[in-house]
């Protein structure tokens, strides 16, 4: 019904800049929230930020906030990650997730739809 393929991610010095894309396909009217998720090996997945269908709401991690950017281009149907001054405990494989439901959530669980993911390395 929803497919997600994220873009964008690389090895970056700390202190850079990245944007991630994720790109929707399907039936993507039915999205109502997007978000980005991270994973750093051995680590559970952490919730990074959020953004209604309009882009009126957004929601940020404490750990992300001021440093990173969530947009949305709905005539695009892609949803943008703009990450700067990046620090090495940014490192993780990104994941876009996609949620049906209009209510603001940072549950891994609660997302119906997720991207493979995108690799960001910040080296120190």
């Known amino acids: 019904q929803v497919q997600l393929v994220e873009s964008g991610g690389g090895l970056v010095q700390a202190g850079g800049s990245l944007r991630l894309s994720c790109a929707a396909s399907?039936?993507?009217?039915?999205?109502?929230?997007m978000a980005w998720f991270r994973q750093a090996p051995g680590k559970e997945r952490e919730f990074v930020a959020t953004?209604?269908?309009?882009?009126?709401?957004?929601y940020y991690a404490d750990s992300v906030k001021g440093r990173i950017t969530i947009s949305r281009d709905n005539a695009k149907n892609t949803v943008y990650l703009q990450m700067n001054s990046l620090e090495p405990e940014d490192t993780a494989i990104y994941y876009c997730?996609?949620?049906?439901?209009?209510?603001?959530?940072?549950?891994?669980?609660?997302?119906?739809?997720w991207g493979q993911g995108t690799q960001v390395t910040v080296s120190s």
């Open positions: 997730a996609a949620d049906l439901q209009a209510f603001l959530t940072t549950s891994s669980s609660r997302y119906d739809y």
């Open positions: 399907g039936r993507t009217s039915s999205i109502y929230y």
């Open positions: 953004i209604s269908r309009s882009g009126g709401i957004t």
